[in-house]
């Protein structure tokens, strides 16, 4: 069966980060599809938006990643090729019982993405190498 | 009311389920009704939903047991739903409540009085805590339960059977419903997601299970209903305003979600909507029976597939009509008659059950998205939907697995991201779409505009990695040696033996293209062998003139303009470019940094490739930056006076001669051409009435060009990219010579790259047609070989060392005769097959002739009918080969014929050596007219053949007379 949730997500993204470029705005009626799409994930995601909770470091190899301040302070690493993300919810709900499509983390990520408030931060090829591994303790 | 009984039912259930959690949550719930709270209730539901799944029977019938008792209990005493109610007391929502209990019995009547006010009363529910009396929805709730105890129950058990289809019984559901109310608090917390106070919380659930349950009593219809969720969803002032009143829970959202942030607009936003699906739900459910509400932007969809995504169903629906409502107006949705997928979440879906063949409406506000690669258009926020026909309703209610009729959807691959995670990847998209190809062209993709870039980023093995875009201003082929299987690289170029040798015999050709970028820079690109010579004229017609993109070439050697001289004639003809060049130090924006042209480039490269090298653009018209052939006439170009260089006309053919005892194709081969330019008078400005062109080996000759050279017709030709040499024509390599023609319908061969229209070919000069007979130079001391000039002298002199006569066969003209045995005098034709009783007597003389040039030898080689014409004919029969006498001869006025020039000595006197023609143009005239009245009736001609010497059958010489 085709699965046609990550297009509708994709299609989603493209929308928001459209409208976003033209009115610096999300209108309501994206909102609302957005909650549609992903529940209760929305809400989450939007306010870790909000917090400007992601932030996109990379190192001088190239190599690049995706973290996320989650609500209680800790912070998640989620990657640019693939959905993946250390919360226990991403276990839970994608992984586990496929409820969802993402967590609020990927999900934060996609929608600053789309808004372009993604940070920047730089780190050493060696800093790079311990986030991706998960040997780092940050 | 049920339903809030039914809330604290389960609550109080989950107290016996999970001691473990009462404590915290109620804790919790008192203090800190955070998400988190909610979530770990959530988490203790889904573990016991789990442990369900796992745990024996037993155990879930004995918790389950006890749930329904407490049931009953609560439906049945109000009493103790008050004290509950009052016993929690978490705040004053519950007095108002049970105080509006009290006023129950008015309710019936004021039911009716109170509906204008209708519309505002979904906000009231939600916000019960402002205690507007008037607004409290309980009055329908507890004439609900006036009316009968049973309904409770009955709704009760419906509730279940509609979320797990499961048609036991309400006393064989005790496994189910704990379930089931925890699964829709669960779901109902889990959506919630938020800081609101508990108190908030517990409100909208209690509408939300108290809408699902208390359905079929109520009697209002659900465009009342309906519209009341609109005006919920679209007064966001109202709300909020009312929110604010409360201090506690706008301190907790304050400090949840950032003022003024994403976050907190979409919470209000889905407490609005929440309240105002809630009461939908309600209402629809208790309307199913009746006649379904007519409203525009109301989808009318019949389900055709589903299937489970993540928790969400996906129908692929068709709009319909529905039945019984033929009048159904201006509804533009179903003309459309398109398929659409719809989505529900989770709630809907499960409320819903949606399974094909059914009939489902999905009222406004749903949303529609356009998903690029989708045919079809995507509809979300589907919670106003209903199903108005179940086509499996049977088969729902008895099979216990029937919700499950939707197929499972795979989870996706993690590994497909949906767009956006790689950084840049806008900016790219951006950036490539500035790469600007000639200011014409709307390919956006990167292309390298230069040749000298993609040619110095040389990749691996001499091969151009780079695609690059540039326009074809040329295509032509060229002969390949018969002997170079070697590869064209190792060759280096096929025109070496060109003048070499014309060893290009049997006609392979390779095709060629000569290119140039917006930079000016020009590339000879070697592709495939020709199947087929004629092949070209296809290529000419799809490429030139194009933009197009070269790729998958390969560098096979740099050229300057002294070793390829032929190639920068070509190049030089196109230069200076038509449009203005773009500088290659500013390779941005060429609108305003463009260059002069500069004198021609000195140097180039030549590329090779295949076929597939070249790719044209979309764009069927040619580009700007192509400079096409311009037409010259003959006359314009031989009074140039530039030296050398590229020229392309229309001529007609006069004469053909091969130097060569070949054919013609195979060697080199003269023509005689001229033009209606040429022939006409201009004293002013005198010139030659025709001129030579030598169509060089190197030069390819189409199988229709090789037809019609050889024919006897006259032919118009067109010729493109001569080269103009010393005043001589040269058709060489690159020079493409096509039949002309003016019939713009006509076949391919007639200029076939820029076919122009009817009126304009015959507005050109060269249309022009020639005058008849045609008009040649006469002789001069100044005649070059190689042309025509009309001659016209008397006879002095004979030359009988090269003067001899043949028999031929009278039939067919055939010189190959075979002797009959038996008679001496008797013939067999070889080629017609005949007994060639008297045959032709056919005679070689060269004559010397004294005309108008004085000092000047003229030895002329006659025509047959111009022989006859001097010998006695009557003399030749009689005599039967016995010989003429010269006497005969001498003294005979010849002409004026026409006359082609073979040789011209200067020194030490002007000699000059000719043949009598017969031209072209003129053939068939002659045979016709009989223009020579002398000539004898029985000759025929053998123009067509080479008029080369012919070994004689039998030799007859002129005799002397004794």
Same mark, same amino acid.
């Given at each position: 069966?085709?699965?046609?949730?990550?297009?509708?997500?994709?299609?989603?993204?493209?929308?928001?980060?459209?409208?976003?470029?033209?009115?610096?705005?999300?209108?309501?009626?994206?909102?609302?599809?957005?909650?549609?799409?992903?529940?209760?994930?929305?809400?989450?995601?939007?306010?870790?938006?909000?917090?400007?909770?992601?932030?996109?470091?990379?190192?001088?190899?190239?190599?690049?990643?995706?973290?996320?301040?989650?609500?209680?302070?800790?912070?998640?690493?989620?990657?640019?090729?693939?959905?993946?993300?250390?919360?226990?919810?991403?276990?839970?709900?994608?992984?586990?019982?496929?409820?969802?499509?993402?967590?609020?983390?990927?999900?934060?990520?996609?929608?600053?993405?789309?808004?372009?408030?993604?940070?920047?931060?730089?780190?050493?090829?060696?800093?790079?190498?311990?986030?991706?591994?998960?040997?780092?303790?940050? | 009311?049920?339903?809030?009984?039914?809330?604290?039912?389960?609550?109080?259930?989950?107290?016996?389920?999970?001691?473990?959690?009462?404590?915290?949550?109620?804790?919790?719930?008192?203090?800190?009704?955070?998400?988190?709270?909610?979530?770990?209730?959530?988490?203790?539901?889904?573990?016991?939903?789990?442990?369900?799944?796992?745990?024996?029977?037993?155990?879930?019938?004995?918790?389950?047991?006890?749930?329904?008792?407490?049931?009953?209990?609560?439906?049945?005493?109000?009493?103790?739903?008050?004290?509950?109610?009052?016993?929690?007391?978490?705040?004053?929502?519950? @007095?108002?409540?049970?105080? &509006? =209990?009290? %006023?129950? /019995?008015?309710?019936?009547? !004021? $039911?009716?009085?109170?509906?204008? *006010?209708?519309?505002?009363?979904?906000?009231?529910?939600?916000?019960?805590?402002?205690?507007?009396?008037?607004?409290?929805?309980?009055?329908?709730?507890?004439?609900?339960?006036?009316?009968?105890?049973?309904?409770?129950?009955?709704?009760?058990?419906?509730? @279940?059977?509609?979320?797990? &289809? =499961?048609? %036991?019984? /309400?006393?064989?559901?005790? !496994? $189910?419903?704990?379930?089931?109310? *925890?699964?829709?608090?669960?779901?109902?917390?889990?959506?919630?997601?938020?800081?609101?106070?508990?108190?908030?919380?517990?409100?909208?659930?209690?509408?939300?299970?108290?809408?699902?349950?208390?359905?079929?009593?109520?009697?209002?219809?659900?465009?009342?209903?309906?519209?009341?969720?609109?005006?919920?969803?679209?007064?966001?002032?109202?709300?909020?305003?009312?929110?604010?009143?409360?201090?506690?829970?706008?301190?907790?959202?304050?400090?949840?979600?950032?003022?003024?942030?994403?976050?907190?607009?979409?919470?209000?936003?889905?407490?609005?909507?929440?309240?105002?699906?809630?009461?939908?739900?309600?209402?629809?459910?208790?309307?199913?029976?009746?006649?379904?509400?007519?409203?525009?932007?109301?989808?009318?969809?019949?389900?055709?597939?589903?299937?489970?995504?993540?928790?969400?169903?996906?129908?692929?629906?068709?709009?319909?009509?529905?039945?019984?409502?033929?009048?159904?107006?201006?509804?533009?949705?179903?003309?459309?008659?398109?398929?659409?997928?719809?989505?529900?979440?989770?709630?809907?879906?499960?409320?819903?059950?949606?399974?094909?063949?059914?009939?489902?409406?999905?009222?406004?506000?749903?949303?529609?998205?356009?998903?690029?690669?989708?045919?079809?258009?995507?509809?979300?926020?589907?919670?106003?939907?209903?199903?108005?026909?179940?086509?499996?309703?049977?088969?729902?209610?008895?099979?216990?697995?029937?919700?499950?009729?939707?197929?499972?959807?795979?989870?996706?691959?993690?590994?497909?991201?949906?767009?956006?995670?790689?950084?840049?990847?806008?900016?790219?998209?951006?950036?490539?779409?500035?790469?600007?190809?000639?200011?014409?062209?709307?390919?956006?993709?990167?292309?390298?505009?230069?040749?000298?870039?993609?040619?110095?980023?040389?990749?691996?093995?001499?091969?151009?990695?780079?695609?690059?875009?540039?326009?074809?201003?040329?295509?032509?082929?060229?002969?390949?040696?018969?002997?170079?299987?070697?590869?064209?690289?190792?060759?280096?170029?096929?025109?070496?033996?060109?003048?070499?040798?014309?060893?290009?015999?049997?006609?392979?050709?390779?095709?060629?293209?000569?290119?140039?970028?917006?930079?000016?820079?020009?590339?000879?690109?070697?592709?495939?062998?020709?199947?087929?010579?004629?092949?070209?004229?296809?290529?000419?017609?799809?490429?030139?003139?194009?933009?197009?993109?070269?790729?998958?070439?390969?560098?096979?050697?740099?050229?300057?303009?002294?070793?390829?001289?032929?190639?920068?004639?070509?190049?030089?003809?196109?230069?200076?470019?038509?449009?203005?060049?773009?500088?290659?130090?500013?390779?941005?924006?060429?609108?305003?940094?463009?260059?002069?042209?500069?004198?021609?480039?000195?140097?180039?490269?030549?590329?090779?490739?295949?076929?597939?090298?070249?790719?044209?653009?979309?764009?069927?018209?040619?580009?700007?930056?192509?400079?096409?052939?311009?037409?010259?006439?003959?006359?314009?170009?031989?009074?140039?006076?530039?030296?050398?260089?590229?020229?392309?006309?229309?001529?007609?053919?006069?004469?053909?001669?091969?130097?060569?005892?070949?054919?013609?194709?195979?060697?080199?081969?003269?023509?005689?051409?001229?033009?209606?330019?040429?022939?006409?008078?201009?004293?002013?400005?005198?010139?030659?009435?025709?001129?030579?062109?030598?169509?060089?080996?190197?030069?390819?000759?189409?199988?229709?060009?090789?037809?019609?050279?050889?024919?006897?017709?006259?032919?118009?030709?067109?010729?493109?990219?001569?080269?103009?040499?010393?005043?001589?024509?040269?058709?060489?390599?690159?020079?493409?010579?096509?039949?002309?023609?003016?019939?713009?319908?006509?076949?391919?061969?007639?200029?076939?790259?820029?076919?122009?229209?009817?009126?304009?070919?015959?507005?050109?000069?060269?249309?022009?047609?020639?005058?008849?007979?045609?008009?040649?130079?006469?002789?001069?001391?100044?005649?070059?070989?190689?042309?025509?000039?009309?001659?016209?002298?008397?006879?002095?002199?004979?030359?009988?060392?090269?003067?001899?006569?043949?028999?031929?066969?009278?039939?067919?003209?055939?010189?190959?005769?075979?002797?009959?045995?038996?008679?001496?005098?008797?013939?067999?034709?070889?080629?017609?097959?005949?007994?060639?009783?008297?045959?032709?007597?056919?005679?070689?003389?060269?004559?010397?002739?004294?005309?108008?040039?004085?000092?000047?030898?003229?030895?002329?080689?006659?025509?047959?009918?111009?022989?006859?014409?001097?010998?006695?004919?009557?003399?030749?029969?009689?005599?039967?080969?016995?010989?003429?006498?010269?006497?005969?001869?001498?003294?005979?006025?010849?002409?004026?014929?026409?006359?082609?020039?073979?040789?011209?000595?200067?020194?030490?006197?002007?000699?000059?050596?000719?043949?009598?023609?017969?031209?072209?143009?003129?053939?068939?005239?002659?045979?016709?007219?009989?223009?020579?009245?002398?000539?004898?009736?029985?000759?025929?001609?053998?123009?067509?053949?080479?008029?080369?010497?012919?070994?004689?059958?039998?030799?007859?010489?002129?005799?002397?007379?004794?």
């Amino acid at each position: 069966m085709y699965s046609f949730l990550p297009a509708v997500a994709e299609q989603l993204f493209k929308d928001i980060q459209k409208t976003y470029q033209e009115t610096s705005q999300i209108p309501d009626d994206l909102l609302l599809a957005l909650k549609f799409v992903f529940g209760s994930c929305a809400l989450q995601a939007l306010d870790l938006v909000d917090q400007r909770s992601v932030t996109c470091v990379s190192s001088p190899s190239g190599r690049k990643a995706f973290q996320v301040m989650g609500g209680s302070g800790r912070l998640y690493t989620c990657f640019m090729s693939c959905h993946f993300c250390p919360c226990p919810a991403f276990a839970h709900t994608v992984l586990r019982r496929n409820e969802g499509p993402l967590c609020k983390h990927i999900l934060a990520v996609y929608l600053c993405q789309a808004m372009g408030v993604t940070q920047q931060e730089s780190v050493s090829d060696q800093q790079m190498s311990m986030l991706l591994s998960g040997t780092e303790i940050l | 009311m049920s339903a809030r009984k039914r809330k604290r039912c389960s609550k109080d259930i989950k107290c016996v389920f999970f001691p473990d959690d009462v404590n915290n949550r109620f804790l919790k719930a008192d203090r800190e009704p955070s998400s988190r709270s909610c979530v770990s209730s959530a988490k203790s539901w889904q573990n016991c939903g789990d442990s369900f799944l796992e745990s024996p029977l037993i155990k879930n019938l004995k918790s389950s047991g006890r749930k329904l008792s407490h049931i009953r209990q609560l439906t049945q005493s109000k009493s103790l739903v008050q004290t509950s109610a009052i016993h929690r007391n978490e705040d004053a929502v519950n @007095i108002a409540w049970s105080s &509006s =209990d009290s %006023e129950q /019995p008015d309710d019936e009547t !004021q $039911n009716q009085q109170q509906r204008p *006010k209708r519309p505002a009363r979904p906000t009231a529910l939600s916000q019960y805590h402002t205690r507007e009396k008037d607004d409290l929805p309980v009055i329908d709730t507890d004439s609900d339960l006036d009316e009968s105890e049973e309904d409770a129950e009955k709704d009760c058990g419906q509730q @279940i059977s509609d979320c797990e &289809s =499961d048609d %036991e019984k /309400p006393e064989t559901l005790p !496994q $189910n419903s704990p379930e089931n109310v *925890k699964e829709q608090e669960i779901s109902d917390y889990m959506s919630d997601g938020e800081t609101v106070t508990c108190t908030a919380n517990s409100s909208r659930l209690d509408c939300e299970s108290f809408l699902l349950q208390s359905g079929e009593s109520s009697r209002r219809s659900v465009s009342d209903w309906v519209r009341s969720a609109q005006v919920m969803l679209q007064t966001p002032k109202k709300p909020l305003e009312r929110q604010s009143k409360t201090p506690e829970d706008s301190a907790k959202k304050k400090r949840k979600f950032q003022s003024g942030g994403l976050a907190e607009r979409l919470n209000r936003l889905q407490s609005r909507q929440r309240s105002a699906v809630s009461f939908w739900r309600h209402q629809s459910i208790s309307e199913t029976s009746t006649a379904t509400v007519d409203r525009p932007g109301k989808l009318v969809l019949e389900v055709l597939e589903v299937q489970e995504e993540c928790s969400m169903q996906l129908a692929l629906c068709e709009h319909q009509r529905p039945p019984g409502e033929g009048h159904q107006h201006s509804d533009p949705l179903s003309e459309e008659s398109a398929r659409v997928l719809v989505l529900f979440n989770r709630e809907t879906a499960a409320q819903l059950i949606p399974a094909p063949r059914d009939i489902i409406h999905i009222y406004p506000p749903w949303q529609s998205l356009s998903t690029e690669g989708f045919s079809c258009d995507i509809i979300l926020n589907t919670y106003f939907s209903q199903k108005v026909y179940s086509a499996s309703k049977l088969a729902v209610t008895s099979t216990p697995g029937g919700v499950l009729s939707a197929g499972r959807c795979r989870p996706y691959s993690l590994c497909k991201t949906f767009g956006l995670l790689e950084v840049g990847g806008l900016t790219e998209e951006s950036s490539a779409a500035q790469v600007d190809t000639f200011g014409s062209s709307g390919v956006l993709t990167r292309h390298c505009p230069s040749l000298l870039e993609a040619i110095e980023a040389l990749g691996q093995a001499g091969s151009v990695g780079q695609d690059v875009e540039v326009v074809v201003q040329r295509v032509y082929s060229v002969p390949v040696p018969e002997s170079s299987s070697v590869s064209i690289l190792k060759s280096k170029g096929p025109f070496r033996s060109s003048s070499a040798a014309p060893s290009a015999e049997k006609g392979r050709t390779r095709l060629c293209v000569l290119v140039q970028d917006s930079y000016g820079m020009f590339s000879e690109v070697q592709l495939h062998l020709l199947p087929c010579k004629d092949d070209l004229h296809q290529y000419i017609h799809m490429w030139e003139g194009r933009t197009c993109v070269l790729r998958g070439i390969k560098v096979v050697q740099r050229v300057t303009r002294e070793r390829r001289c032929r190639l920068f004639s070509l190049i030089d003809s196109l230069w200076p470019p038509v449009m203005p060049l773009k500088d290659p130090g500013n390779t941005s924006n060429m609108s305003t940094e463009c260059r002069p042209a500069g004198p021609a480039p000195s140097f180039c490269y030549l590329l090779s490739g295949q076929e597939s090298s070249v790719e044209p653009s979309e764009e069927k018209t040619a580009s700007p930056v192509y400079l096409p052939h311009t037409r010259q006439t003959l006359r314009d170009i031989l009074q140039s006076g530039i030296k050398s260089r590229r020229c392309s006309f229309v001529a007609t053919v006069l004469y053909k001669r091969t130097l060569q005892s070949s054919d013609v194709g195979q060697g080199e081969v003269w023509l005689v051409l001229t033009d209606p330019s040429l022939q006409e008078e201009q004293p002013e400005r005198p010139c030659r009435r025709s001129v030579a062109l030598c169509v060089n080996t190197s030069c390819v000759l189409t199988s229709s060009v090789l037809r019609a050279l050889n024919s006897p017709a006259a032919c118009r030709m067109s010729f493109r990219d001569a080269i103009v040499e010393h005043g001589v024509l040269l058709c060489a390599e690159m020079s493409v010579v096509e039949i002309y023609s003016v019939d713009p319908k006509g076949n391919l061969e007639s200029s076939s790259a820029r076919p122009e229209s009817l009126s304009q070919s015959l507005s050109e000069p060269w249309a022009k047609t020639l005058p008849q007979p045609v008009r040649l130079d006469p002789l001069s001391p100044e005649i070059t070989p190689n042309s025509l000039c009309s001659l016209s002298g008397v006879i002095v002199g004979v030359d009988e060392s090269t003067a001899y006569s043949w028999p031929a066969c009278n039939h067919c003209g055939s010189d190959n005769l075979e002797k009959s045995s038996e008679t001496h005098q008797n013939f067999h034709c070889v080629s017609c097959k005949a007994v060639v009783d008297k045959p032709d007597m056919k005679i070689q003389l060269e004559v010397l002739l004294s005309s108008s040039l004085s000092n000047c030898t003229l030895k002329v080689k006659l025509q047959q009918n111009t022989i006859m014409s001097i010998l006695n004919s009557a003399a030749l029969e009689g005599t039967e080969c016995l010989g003429y006498d010269v006497e005969n001869v001498l003294g005979k006025e010849v002409g004026p014929i026409a006359a082609f020039v073979r040789v011209v000595t200067r020194k030490p006197a002007l000699w000059i050596g000719l043949e009598e023609i017969c031209l072209w143009g003129d053939r068939q005239d002659k045979s016709a007219n009989d223009i020579n009245p002398r000539a004898s009736a029985g000759s025929t001609d053998l123009h067509t053949r080479p008029c080369s010497a012919q070994p004689p059958v039998s030799s007859a010489p002129l005799r002397r007379p004794p």
